[in-house]
C-alpha cells in the first residue's frame, strides 16, 4: 500500500512540474508579443541619435555676419556674447505635446558633471544684463529669446531651458528657436576656457522618454571669426610644405598635456573667518579668491587636487 502511495505522488509531482513548465513558457511568450522595446532607451546618455521623429536642426542663416560663423570643418558655432543665433527645430511627424530641452555642458569627459554656469561678473546685479531679469535665469549662459512660455530649470545644479513645442505655422516645416549667451567661454569664474556643447534633447514628458537629441560644439568669444580660424588652422595640417606649421597640433585643453606644467609648491590648507562689511564686497572677496585658485589649476594642471576648494568657495556664494 505503501508503495501505491509513494507512485500516486510522483505522478502527481510530474504532472505538477510539467503544468508549472508549460505555464511559465505561455507566459514568456505572451510578454515577449506584447513588449515592444522602445529604441529611445537603448541609447547611450551621450549619444546623437535622431529616433522615429527624425529630430534635426538648422541654421535659419548663414551667419557671415559679424556677430556668429558656424565651422562645417569643426562642426563648431563661434558667436559673440549677446548676438542672437537663429535655429530651425524639425520633427516629423509635427505633433503636439513635445518638448525641446536646451542645455550647455562640458565637452570633456572629466568635466561631464560640472554645471556650466555664468561667472560671478556677469551674474553681479551691477551687470545690465541682468536688470529686470528674473532670479531664475540669472545662473543661465544660454537663453531663449523667443518663447515666453520657456521654463528655465535647475535640477541638481545642472541647468537648462524646457520650451513646449507647437505645430509648425501653415507652410512651414520647423519651429524657430533663437538663443543668446550672456557669458563667455574664457571667463575665469565661469566657463574657464574650457570646450562646451549645446544639448539640444526632444523629449516626451508624459513618457519620461528621450525621442532624440543633438549637439552643438559652441565658442562664446569677441572675435567669432578670428577664432575660427585660429581653431580651424590648428586642426588642419598645412600642406604649403612648411614642416613646422604641418607638425602644429590641436591645442588640448586638459591638465595632462605634453607641456610640463610648475609644480604647487604649497598645498597648505589655511581656514579664513573673516567679517565683511557689504554683500558687494564678500562676492568680490569669494570670487577673488575662486580667480586665484582657477588659475593656479590652470597653471599647474593640479585640477583634480584644487577643484574642492573650488567647489567650496561657489558654495559659500549666496
Not at 102 to 131: G, W
Not at 194 to 212: C, H, K, Q, S
Request: hydrophobic letters at 30%.
Amino acid at each position: 500500500m505503501s508503495g501505491q502511495k509513494r507512485g500516486i505522488s510522483d505522478v502527481s509531482d510530474v504532472e505538477q512540474l510539467t503544468f508549472t513548465k508549460e505555464w511559465k513558457r505561455v507566459k514568456k511568450e505572451e510578454a515577449e508579443e506584447m513588449y515592444t522595446p522602445l529604441p529611445e532607451i537603448t541609447q547611450q546618455l551621450d549619444d546623437c541619435f535622431a529616433g522615429q521623429f527624425k529630430f534635426s536642426y538648422i541654421f535659419a542663416d548663414d551667419g557671415t555676419g559679424q556677430d556668429w560663423t558656424y565651422s562645417q570643418t569643426l562642426d563648431k558655432l563661434f558667436i559673440k556674447m549677446e548676438k542672437v543665433l537663429p535655429l530651425k527645430f524639425v520633427w516629423d511627424p509635427p505633433i503636439e505635446g513635445l518638448h525641446l530641452r536646451t542645455a550647455m555642458a562640458f565637452k570633456l569627459e572629466q568635466y561631464k558633471n560640472d554645471p556650466v554656469r555664468r561667472c560671478y561678473n556677469h551674474m553681479a546685479s551691477t551687470d545690465i544684463t541682468n536688470q529686470n531679469m528674473d532670479a531664475q535665469k540669472i545662473k543661465h549662459v544660454v537663453h531663449c529669446v523667443n518663447h515666453s512660455s520657456s521654463i528655465y530649470v535647475e535640477k541638481n545644479e545642472k541647468l537648462s531651458i524646457l520650451t513646449p513645442l507647437r505645430m509648425p505655422e501653415p507652410g512651414s516645416s520647423y519651429m524657430p528657436m533663437c538663443y543668446k549667451f550672456l557669458c563667455k567661454n574664457s571667463c575665469p569664474s565661469g566657463i574657464n576656457r574650457r570646450p562646451t556643447e549645446l544639448v539640444f534633447t526632444l523629449e516626451d514628458l508624459n513618457a519620461g522618454t528621450i525621442l532624440g537629441r543633438r549637439k552643438l560644439l559652441v565658442r562664446i568669444c569677441s572675435c567669432p571669426k578670428r577664432d575660427r580660424q585660429k581653431e580651424e588652422g590648428e586642426s588642419t595640417p598645412n600642406n604649403s610644405g612648411n614642416n613646422l606649421t604641418a607638425k602644429k597640433k590641436p591645442i588640448k585643453h586638459s591638465a595632462h598635456s605634453g607641456k610640463k606644467m610648475p609644480p604647487l609648491h604649497d598645498q597648505h590648507v589655511y581656514k579664513v573667518n573673516l567679517n565683511i562689511v557689504g554683500k558687494e564686497n564678500y562676492l568680490a572677496i569669494l570670487k577673488y579668491a575662486y580667480d586665484i585658485t582657477a588659475g593656479q589649476a590652470m597653471k599647474t594642471g593640479q585640477f583634480e587636487f584644487l577643484k574642492p576648494y573650488m567647489d567650496d568657495i561657489l558654495h559659500n556664494m549666496p
